[in-house]
């Protein structure tokens, strides 16, 4: 059993690896050449952080381990908020979560969290009907994310639009790289989750180890990229006149990632686990 753990802490080690030193890092890169916002470039590094999750939710539902998910997707939203938090305090950025459109975000990320808590708690049966709640509730939160924005950073989208006309020119070549690399590092992910598909198979049927010990494990180790890209988009902005930016960047990132667990990657969870146990 120690080697499978060994092997399982590896390949989740991997995963996360990859994903924050190539992707993450790759996919900043190529929406920095493309001349794109930073609340945009939050919202990609959300998705970008995320790909973990997608990967073990995906690899558990289609192993028979759906329990295992909604305490991977929980963990992962808890740690996430956690580590946010820490980061502002870190910065010193506490004066920019007091403006409206982040503390409604906030509230939008506590809510990512409440939702698979009171599923645990009250034990409550999520399946293909839910998929459409989740992907109503996905756009509900995105459209809530944008009108806020637009509503109470009028000052810091002006400010946005003058850092974007200051960078530097699309550049070809680097974009086309750019994808090539992202392209990669995707077939690169799915081999290594493919064997910790059968880690994860091990660890369950044939040693025994609960499905909620199994996601808890999983949303620690897959919550590290966004702690990373917390402190960085804070970071990249720090030098600037308005450090709100690299708030708005974070908590942008911070918000699309746990989104994306509970509504989009769940249901994922849902359609591949209804396949494979058809």
Do not use: C, W
Request: hydrophobic letters at 50%; zero cysteines.
């Amino acid at each position: 059993m120690l080697f499978e753990f060994l092997k399982f802490i590896i390949y989740s080690g991997l995963i996360v690896l990859i994903s924050k030193f190539v992707l993450v890092t790759t996919l900043r890169k190529l929406a920095e050449s493309m001349q794109l916002k930073s609340k945009t470039v939050g919202n990609i590094a959300g998705i970008a952080t995320s790909i973990p999750e997608l990967l073990t939710v995906t690899i558990s539902s289609a192993n028979g381990l759906f329990s295992a998910t909604i305490f991977n997707v929980l963990s992962s939203n808890i740690i996430n908020f956690i580590q946010y938090i820490f980061a502002i305090l870190s910065n010193k950025n506490t004066k920019s979560i007091k403006n409206k459109a982040i503390i409604i975000d906030i509230l939008l990320v506590i809510t990512t969290i409440i939702i698979p808590l009171l599923i645990v708690i009250l034990k409550i049966d999520i399946n293909i009907l839910s998929i459409p709640i989740f992907l109503i509730l996905y756009i509900l939160f995105i459209v809530i994310n944008n009108k806020s924005h637009k509503k109470y950073l009028k000052k810091e989208n002006i400010e946005l639009e003058k850092n974007d006309k200051e960078k530097n020119n699309k550049n070809g070549k680097r974009i086309t790289i750019y994808i090539i690399t992202i392209l990669i590092v995707g077939l690169l992910l799915y081999i290594i989750g493919e064997m910790l598909g059968k880690v994860l198979e091990n660890l369950s049927n044939v040693f025994n180890i609960s499905q909620m010990i199994i996601g808890i494990l999983l949303g620690f180790i897959t919550s590290i990229p966004e702690l990373i890209t917390f402190f960085e988009s804070q970071k990249h902005h720090k030098n600037k006149e308005n450090d709100i930016l690299g708030v708005i960047e974070a908590t942008n990132n911070l918000l699309s990632s746990n989104t994306l667990n509970l509504f989009i990657i769940q249901s994922i969870g849902i359609l591949i686990y209804k396949i494979f146990t058809y």
